[in-house]
Nanobody, 124 residues
Framework: VQLQASGGGLVQAGGSLTLSCEVS????????VAWFRQGLGEEREFVAS???????FYADPVKGRFTISRENTKNTVYLRMNSLKPEDTAVYYC???????????????????WGQGTLVTVSS
């Protein structure tokens, strides 16, 4: 199983981007995919998760601006990012696991597979 993240780029504050995470080697059914991000000099942090395809969760800083969704026919999970702010600048990673439990789905340690990261830069 592999995860391939794409869609990053440079955008002005207030703009939008959509990141994609393509999962190969297995079906998305019942599979949890999350997005994390890591700013320069910062620790990696949880952004959003699509928990087993049934529930979506968001970190407080992105709630109301970001939307995680999945398209099972394309085996792809998306992160739509609206109203972007300079503080959203980071490398964004998608991560996946078939064994995530609800109480720990925001933890990096819950995920055994990671995409390579895609850089999002928001200019002010």
């Amino acid at each position: 199983v592999q995860l391939q993240a794409s869609g990053g780029g440079l955008v002005q504050a207030g703009g939008s981007l959509t990141l994609s995470c393509e999962v190969s080697g297995r079906s998305l059914s019942g599979y949890t995919v999350a997005w994390f991000r890591q700013g320069l000099g910062e620790e990696r942090e949880f952004v959003a998760s699509s928990f087993r395809g049934t529930n979506q969760f968001y970190a407080d800083p992105v709630k109301g601006r970001f939307t995680i969704s999945r398209e099972n026919t394309k085996n792809t999970v998306y992160l739509r990012m609206n109203s972007l702010k300079p503080e959203d600048t980071a490398v964004y990673y998608c991560a996946g696991s078939a064994h995530v439990i609800l109480s720990t789905h925001r933890s990096q340690r819950s995920y055994n597979l990671w995409g390579q990261g895609t850089l999002v830069t928001v200019s002010s």
